[in-house]
Nanobody, 122 residues
Framework: QVQLVESGGGLVQPGGSLRLSCAASGSIFSINSMGWYRQAPGKERELVAN???????SYANSVKGRFTISRDNAKNTVNLQMNSLKPEDTAVYFC????????????????WGQGTQVTVSS
């Protein structure tokens, strides 16, 4: 009923930039928060950035000053601008959203996208 689709991943050189986007679709009543997670081979999934809609944003210490999360409310889209990329940023990046569905607006639901690969290498 609700789907998240990520885009914008790819291969970049160290110091380069990428902009990830995540579009939410379906019978959404409201979106409470959206965030980006990443998982590198052999490592656990970690929170990169999160935005509580209309309230605040937060970032992992490793990306502060380099990444910026933003929201396009009209399109139910969250973006992650990634600058000054480092090899250690290489991972699959997943979009997450906490929403209320039109069919059950009293309950919070979490959804995940399929992930988009980001590779930082020379």
């Amino acid at each position: 009923q609700v789907q998240l689709v990520e885009s914008g991943g790819g291969l970049v050189q160290p110091g380069g930039s990428l902009r990830l986007s995540c579009a939410a679709s379906g019978s959404i009543f409201s979106i409470n928060s959206m965030g980006w997670y990443r998982q590198a081979p052999g490592k656990e999934r970690e929170l990169v950035a999160n935005i509580i809609i209309g309230v605040r944003t937060s970032y992992a210490n490793s990306v502060k000053g380099r990444f910026t999360i933003s929201r396009d409310n009209a399109k139910n889209t969250v973006n992650l601008q990634m600058n000054s990329l480092k090899p250690e940023d290489t991972a699959v990046y997943f979009c997450n959203a906490q929403v209320r569905k039109a069919s059950d607006p009293t309950t919070f639901y979490h959804y995940w996208g399929q992930g988009t690969q980001v590779t930082v290498s020379s």
